[in-house]
């Protein structure tokens, strides 16, 4: 069962948080979602500010920054809180030991390595004392980032694009899902 928590002091910030329950009733980790598009400077030194909404999202997290990474698929940076990667990591762990896979449980290599590989190209960025984080110069350049960026809010993650390379990829996406809605297709 999923049911929305939006606490008064919470409203309106660009996000809805979400609590998971477990099958013996009890309440798992807050998971978070990031909504909502901005966009904000990023200075010489690559510093960026991440959106006072976010920022607000992650300020339950033992750890006070993001875990961003290049994405695998286009070219953008994919962002989340330190507790989404621990969460990931836990239930891939969890997995293989109800699998019965001890040897891949002390390698740590699964079927396709997508997690290792995620785990293996992140950064941890950590928040300044103004909310700001330092985008490293390998993710600047993967994904085409100058003077601004675009922070798009997907569910329990954000990425971080290029305003001109986002509209385009934002305007394809809408034209995409119309044709398909037009032409009687499901999605």
């Not at 980790?29 to 991440?50: A, C, H, M, P, Q």
Request: net charge positive.
């Amino acid at each position: 069962m999923i049911f929305h928590i939006v606490p008064n002091t919470l409203e309106g910030l660009g996000f809805v948080p979400v609590r998971r329950r477990k099958k013996t009733g009890k309440s798992e980790r807050l998971v978070t979602s990031f909504i909502s598009t901005y966009e904000n400077k990023v200075d010489r030194k690559g510093r960026v500010s991440v959106p006072a909404a976010y920022r607000s999202v992650l300020g339950t997290e033992s750890y006070q920054g993001v875990i961003a990474y290049p994405s695998i698929t286009h070219s953008v940076i994919e962002a989340f809180g330190r507790g989404m990667l621990d969460d990931l990591n836990q239930r891939k762990f969890n997995q293989t030991l109800d699998g019965g896979d001890f040897t891949q449980a002390l390698i740590g290599r699964s079927d396709d390595g997508l997690v290792e590989t995620v785990m293996a190209i992140s950064s941890e960025l950590p928040f300044d004392g103004e909310g700001r984080i330092i985008l490293p110069a390998r993710l600047i350049k993967h994904a085409g980032i100058t003077d601004r960026a675009t922070f798009v809010g997907r569910g329990t993650r954000f990425q971080v694009w290029a305003p001109g390379v986002y509209e385009k990829h934002q305007a394809a996406e809408v034209e995409a899902l119309r044709a398909k809605l037009s032409g009687g297709g499901t999605l």
